[in-house]
């Protein structure tokens, strides 16, 4: 069944760039066909994964092989019938590299689609055409735009159930656009689909001839990839590499965002340390200048004391060392975090202590705009808006929350909203060492002040 | 909505950069966080790919770390010669757990099908014991199979090197969290985001040397479980089972008991870029018998502490 159509040469591998997108959805909206599809239309499923579906298929007693097995990783998930956890794929088209983040879209899972989204450049979100905006999908917008992914593009699926009718996409394109709009979402847009009959996926469909725009595989092919969303270079020394034959003290890491050039005058933080950038080596290649996303090693016109966790930045726009961080974050840990506790914050190649000072607010990420708009209703308790989650003094699973933590020493922490590579941060559990929650400096989706 | 055109200027192989970047990042990483990493080398061209990226890493010093091979005794003769090579060449410290002594002294029992795959776990678990190794970096990638795709980059294991996917850490933006306890260690994934064919681009790009055998040759094998395997002293070929000579090559070289050869005539890294493109088999499919046993094989095998 899988035919290749004319094989392409080694040329034609050659794909420009590579994208990052997390994908989310209901467990009824039909994602993990959707995503099945992309990978079975862009003959990234070969003939053994894909016998292995049509083999279960038949034993399951259905007529075609159902795609949404592609996708259905570990025996655990396959017995509860959803998708547990973050799911990878991948999958290339001529054009294009894709990694693909496979997120569960089920009400307690809000911290899977966190961390799907985290490095995500693209977030495309599941909905059925027939429901329109669900919660989840008002909720999944809001992680997105939590999160700070550039871009979320909303797949309206399931057209053909609706008739493949015009007016009820665009109703749902407009309400969507209103949403992402109002969370703050810089660019948004919204595609019709039918994942499982493959209209518009990756080939266009005589029944929604309506639609002007492109196909969702194109748009994946075509959307652009900021990779540097703000000059001022940020370089975490992530390793000192040290060379006693050769004389070489060079410093190690990746750039976090912006770029660096040689003869730049630098600072090395938090000590204040000043010098210029003597040379800048890309992994064996020496460069004039090194960008965000880049590993490189740095060296220095003069000799410094730099280690691990020290930042390297532009001496005329370093940012501020601080101990007091006010953050949103999502708490991910089974293990509730509560006000006193002490825990590890790692930050960029830095982990400090750190002690919760105040939980101050809970979000509902289903509806965090009406939540804001309570804050200021209410001045008296001015925090305590949520009235199904009071602002109490912990945090449990999936719970959004607003945090003020106190650092045993300074971190260069910026706010998420202007950089998502040093505006985040981990808290870990000194004792068991488990990841507890995921920070973002600031309030990056305005609903806090 | 606007669609901005495709941009032709792009350099060829952008995706090599940010994957290549990623797998440094990550290596730097271990090397800063860990007392004692070490490197799973089996000659083969992922574990070759990883420790290009590692010596990458560290230049112009050399790798702060060294290599443990687990020998399950059936090695193609040419892997074993290039993993002694790479690590003449590079001043490298190697490790060997032998899967041989374990069926010597009676720790191991040798399959009724002379597999040795499965036996590799004991003696790798053993090893990072006994050297203390705390992180242990792998060549998997999450593209090889279904179990493989929610697998974290560190991914943490008990004592028994055994890997529960209900205690494994969400990783965020570029944040690994390494923290373990003692007696616990971590393995690694720099290649996780990687495919076979970014794999073999990088190879081609970077002038990666690997064996011979990943490339066309004519060799003696016979037909057994659907896959062309080489004759040898771990049992084959049996009665029944008829030796023929073919161009074969091999995608993967493990154990030569249960690692299939391919017919093909791509004799250079070109000619493989264009069939593994062109191909409809995935890699583990076409050479791992093992991997066939059930759908959920790998998922088990990862729980008993496989790599």
């Known amino acids: 069944m899988t035919v290749l159509l004319d094989a392409p040469t080694a040329k034609d591998t050659h794909v420009a760039g590579l994208l990052r997108l997390a994908t989310a959805g209901s467990v009824d909206d039909g994602k993990s066909t959707?995503?099945?599809?992309?990978?079975?239309?862009?003959?990234?499923?070969?003939?053994?994964?894909?016998?292995?579906?049509?083999?279960?298929?038949?034993?399951?007693?259905?007529?075609?092989?159902?795609?949404?097995?592609?996708?259905?990783?570990?025996?655990?998930?396959?017995?509860?019938?959803?998708?547990?956890?973050?799911?990878?794929?991948?999958?290339?088209?001529?054009?294009?590299?894709?990694?693909?983040?496979?997120?569960?879209?089920?009400?307690?899972?809000?911290?899977?689609?966190?961390?799907?989204?985290?490095?995500?450049?693209?977030?495309?979100?599941?909905?059925?055409?027939?429901?329109?905006?669900?919660?989840?999908?008002?909720?999944?917008?809001?992680?997105?735009?939590?999160?700070?992914?550039?871009?979320?593009?909303?797949?309206?699926?399931?057209?053909?159930?609706?008739?493949?009718?015009?007016?009820?996409?665009?109703?749902?394109?407009?309400?969507?656009?209103?949403?992402?709009?109002?969370?703050?979402?810089?660019?948004?847009?919204?595609?019709?689909?039918?994942?499982?009959?493959?209209?518009?996926?990756?080939?266009?469909?005589?029944?929604?001839?309506?639609?002007?725009?492109?196909?969702?595989?194109?748009?994946?092919?075509?959307?652009?990839?900021?990779?540097?969303?703000?000059?001022?270079?940020?370089?975490?020394?992530?390793?000192?590499?040290?060379?006693?034959?050769?004389?070489?003290?060079?410093?190690?890491?990746?750039?976090?965002?912006?770029?660096?050039?040689?003869?730049?005058?630098?600072?090395?933080?938090?000590?204040?340390?000043?010098?210029?950038?003597?040379?800048?080596?890309?992994?064996?290649?020496?460069?004039?200048?090194?960008?965000?996303?880049?590993?490189?090693?740095?060296?220095?016109?003069?000799?410094?004391?730099?280690?691990?966790?020290?930042?390297?930045?532009?001496?005329?726009?370093?940012?501020?060392?601080?101990?007091?961080?006010?953050?949103?974050?999502?708490?991910?840990?089974?293990?509730?975090?509560?006000?006193?506790?002490?825990?590890?914050?790692?930050?960029?190649?830095?982990?400090?202590?750190?002690?919760?000072?105040?939980?101050?607010?809970?979000?509902?990420?289903?509806?965090?705009?009406?939540?804001?708009?309570?804050?200021?209703?209410?001045?008296?308790?001015?925090?305590?808006?949520?009235?199904?989650?009071?602002?109490?003094?912990?945090?449990?699973?999936?719970?959004?929350?607003?945090?003020v933590l106190r650092t045993a020493s300074p971190i260069l922490l910026e706010p998420y909203a202007a950089d998502r590579e040093t505006g985040s941060f981990l808290l870990i559990d000194p004792a068991s060492g488990d990841t507890l929650t995921a920070g973002m400096s600031g309030d990056p989706l305005g609903v806090f002040s | 909505m606007s669609i901005l055109t495709h941009d032709e200027t792009a350099p060829a192989h952008d995706h090599l950069r940010t994957l290549e970047a990623e797998a440094v990042h990550i290596i730097r990483e271990v090397a800063a966080e860990f007392e004692r990493p070490v490197l799973l080398f089996s000659g083969g061209k992922d574990s070759i790919v990883m420790l290009h990226l590692a010596l990458k890493a560290f230049a112009p010093a050399p790798v702060p770390f060294g290599l443990l091979h687990v020998d399950t005794g059936h090695n193609f003769p040419e892997v074993l010669a290039t993993r002694d090579r790479t690590v003449a060449e590079h001043g490298l410290q190697l490790y060997v757990a032998h899967v041989q002594d374990y069926i010597d002294d009676g720790r191991l029992v040798e399959r009724p099908d002379g597999t040795r795959n499965p036996l590799q776990t004991v003696p790798l678990v053993d090893a990072i014991q006994s050297h203390r190794f705390d992180a242990v970096f792998g060549g998997g990638r999450r593209d090889e199979e279904k179990a493989r795709a929610k697998e974290r980059v560190f991914s943490l294991r008990d004592d028994f090197g055994q890997w529960d996917p209900k205690r494994q850490r969400p990783e965020l933006w570029r944040l690994y969290n390494g923290r373990h306890r003692p007696g616990e260690h971590v393995r690694v994934f720099p290649l996780s985001n990687w495919t076979e064919l970014d794999v073999w681009q990088y190879i081609a790009e970077q002038e990666i040397e690997l064996p011979e055998i990943y490339y066309a040759h004519e060799r003696q094998v016979f037909a057994r479980g659907g896959m062309w395997l080489s004759p040898g002293e771990w049992g084959g070929p049996r009665e029944g089972e008829t030796l023929q000579t073919r161009v074969v090559r091999y995608r993967t070289v493990g154990d030569m008991s249960c690692t299939g050869a391919v017919d093909s005539d791509a004799a250079d890294v070109a000619a493989v870029i264009t069939e593994i493109t062109a191909s409809r088999i995935t890699e583990r499919g076409a050479s791992r018998a093992d991997d066939k046993m059930s759908e959920a094989a790998m998922e088990d095998r990862k729980r008993e502490g496989y790599f």
């Open chain 1, 34 to 403: 959707l995503v099945g599809r992309l990978l079975y239309d862009t003959k990234s499923v070969l003939a053994d994964q894909y016998e292995a579906v049509e083999r279960t298929s038949r034993n399951r007693g259905l007529e075609q092989a159902d795609l949404a097995l592609l996708t259905d990783g570990l025996r655990s998930e396959r017995e509860q019938g959803i998708t547990i956890d973050v799911a990878y794929r991948y999958f290339a088209t001529p054009h294009r590299r894709f990694i693909l983040a496979d997120t569960p879209g089920h009400v307690q899972y809000t911290r899977n689609m966190v961390t799907g989204a985290s490095t995500a450049e693209l977030a495309v979100i599941l909905v059925d055409a027939r429901k329109g905006l669900a919660e989840q999908t008002r909720r999944h917008t809001a992680v997105s735009a939590l999160l700070r992914v550039p871009r979320v593009l909303l797949a309206v699926n399931k057209m053909d159930l609706v008739d493949f009718d015009k007016d009820r996409f665009g109703e749902i394109e407009a309400d969507f656009a209103a949403y992402a709009t109002a969370l703050g979402v810089e660019h948004h847009a919204a595609l019709p689909v039918s994942a499982l009959r493959g209209d518009n996926v990756v080939e266009p469909s005589a029944d929604l001839a309506w639609f002007e725009g492109p196909t969702l595989l194109e748009y994946l092919e075509n959307v652009p990839v900021e990779t540097e969303r703000r000059p001022a270079g940020r370089f975490p020394v992530q390793y000192v590499i040290r060379h006693q034959a050769a004389d070489y003290r060079g410093y190690a890491g990746t750039i976090a965002s912006g770029h660096l050039e040689v003869g730049d005058p630098i600072v090395v933080l938090p000590s204040g340390q000043r010098s210029t950038i003597a040379a800048i080596d890309l992994l064996g290649r020496p460069a004039e200048r090194a960008t965000a996303g880049q590993a490189a090693t740095l060296l220095l016109a003069d000799e410094l004391d730099v280690s691990r966790g020290d930042l390297i930045a532009p001496a005329d726009s370093a940012p501020t060392a601080v101990q007091d961080v006010v953050a949103t974050v999502c708490h991910l840990s089974e293990k509730p975090l509560n006000v006193g506790d002490r825990v590890l914050l790692k930050h960029t190649t830095r982990t400090v202590k750190a002690i919760v000072k105040e939980i101050s607010a809970k979000l509902d990420i289903s509806d965090p705009l009406a939540a804001a708009g309570s804050v200021k209703d209410t001045e008296a308790d001015e925090f305590a808006w949520d009235d199904d989650a009071p602002a109490g003094h912990s945090l449990n699973a999936n719970d959004i929350g607003r945090v």
